[in-house]
């Protein structure tokens, strides 16, 4: 039997393990293959460079920083398998997880399994998906390519305002496209974006296509209610249409939010069964970052720690 099992291979999987292994728990990680439609790594093996994690003054790519994440894990000792969990039983001590191929059994569980932004699969999406397509504007918007340039945010939410508002501190013009005629973010948030001069919001309009050369140069729009096309010139299109946590293999075993977000207890990683914790975005929809994932994976570490003495 395990004394920890890590389920997920992002940030906050890997500082799990090296935090776990550190305390020489001899932690045993699944890093999934091609879990949720993700190659093990996590999100940061979608994107190209990250310029926000700290240590690293140029950037680095997320796919490398990925590996050396990983490559500190075992290097402190934490055993990384290639494998999926598909489902688990909770309901009693030892907690029991399964591959394709077989169980495990393990006195604490981190839950690290993070989330995948949702994408739209228009037209042009797939060749200009980082070449001006983007799912995290915290992340990619200060790129060159989008200084003083006409960027357009997809959704309606609070992320889609956020993610407005900031882009307006490098963009000549944000343009927010919303599929219906009211946004659905808090009040604040909409206040912050109907009374920012530098964003105009287009109402009941659905994106139809990214058009380009190398980059995206352009998106088309259409109206909901007239079908009428518009072309709008763009250098960046953000989608801020929600997220899915990588909870449906829990089967609802630990409590879930009614977004399908794990629920932790405030200021700690842990959930609704004792020995279960959760870290990085499968418990977050709000700071979703790499360094705050990694944050709360040592954290999870050192509750399953506390835990377990
Ligand atoms: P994730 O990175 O979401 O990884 C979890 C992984 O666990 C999954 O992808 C999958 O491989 C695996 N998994 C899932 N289910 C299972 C299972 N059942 N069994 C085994 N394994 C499983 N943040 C920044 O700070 N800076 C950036 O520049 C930046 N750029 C980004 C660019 C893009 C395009 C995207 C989408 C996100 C970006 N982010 C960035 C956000 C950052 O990637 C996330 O906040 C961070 O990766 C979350 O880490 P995590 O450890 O929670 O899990
Ligand atoms: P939400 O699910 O709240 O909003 C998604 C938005 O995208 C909706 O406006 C939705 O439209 C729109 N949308 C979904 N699919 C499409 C599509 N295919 N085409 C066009 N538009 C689409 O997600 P968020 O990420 O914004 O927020 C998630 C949670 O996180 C919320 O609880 C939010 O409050 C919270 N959050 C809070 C923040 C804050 O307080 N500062 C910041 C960020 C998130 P429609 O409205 O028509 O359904």
């Known amino acids: ?12 999987a890997h500082t799990a393990g090296i935090y776990t292994a550190r305390a020489e728990l001899k932690p045993l990680v699944f890093e999934g293959e091609m879990a949720g439609g993700v190659a093990a790594g996590g ?15 140029s950037g680095i790519s997320g796919p490398e920083l990925m590996i050396k994440m990983r490559e500190q894990a075992e290097n402190c000792g934490a055993r990384i398998l290639t494998k999926t969990i598909e489902k688990v039983d909770l309901s009693q001590h030892p907690f ?3 591959t394709d191929e077989r169980e495990y059994q393990a006195s604490t569980i981190i839950i690290a399994t993070g989330a995948t932004a949702k994408r739209m699969g228009v ?19 200060a790129l060159p390519i989008f200084r003083n340039k006409p960027l357009v945010v997809v959704g309606g939410g609070d992320s889609a305002c956020e993610e407005a508002s ?6 000549s013009e944000v343009i927010l496209v919303v599929r219906r005629t009211e946004l659905r973010a808090s009040k604040v948030m909409q206040d912050r974006v109907k009374t920012n001069p530098k964003i105009r919001i287009l109402w009941n309009k659905t994106l139809e296509k990214a058009e380009g050369e ?17 072309t ?38 842990r959930t609704s069964i004792p020995g279960i914790f959760a870290c ?12 705050t994932a990694a944050g709360s994976g040592c954290m999870a570490a050192l509750d399953a720690e506390h835990f377990l003495a």
């Open 1 to 12: 039997m395990e004394n920890v099992i890590i389920i997920g291979s992002g940030p906050a």
């Open 43 to 57: 999100q940061l093996t979608t994107t190209t460079e990250v310029e926000n994690f700290p240590g690293f003054p």
């Open 96 to 98: 029991r997880v399964w």
């Open 123 to 141: 037209i042009g999406e797939e060749t200009y998906w980082q070449r001006g397509i983007s799912a995290c504007a915290v992340c990619d918007g």
């Open 166 to 171: 900031f882009l307006t501190k490098y963009a």
């Open 214 to 230: 190398k980059h995206l140069t352009q998106v088309v729009i259409r109206d909901s209610e007239t079908g009428t096309m518009e």
């Open 232 to 269: 709008v010139p763009t250098n960046g299109l953000f989608y801020a249409i929600g997220h899915v946590p990588n909870t449906a293999f829990l089967g609802n075993q630990v409590e879930l939010d009614a977004t399908g977000y794990i629920i932790t207890v405030p200021g700690t990683t």
């Open 280 to 291: 990085g975005d499968v418990q977050d929809k709000h700071y979703r970052q790499a360094i």
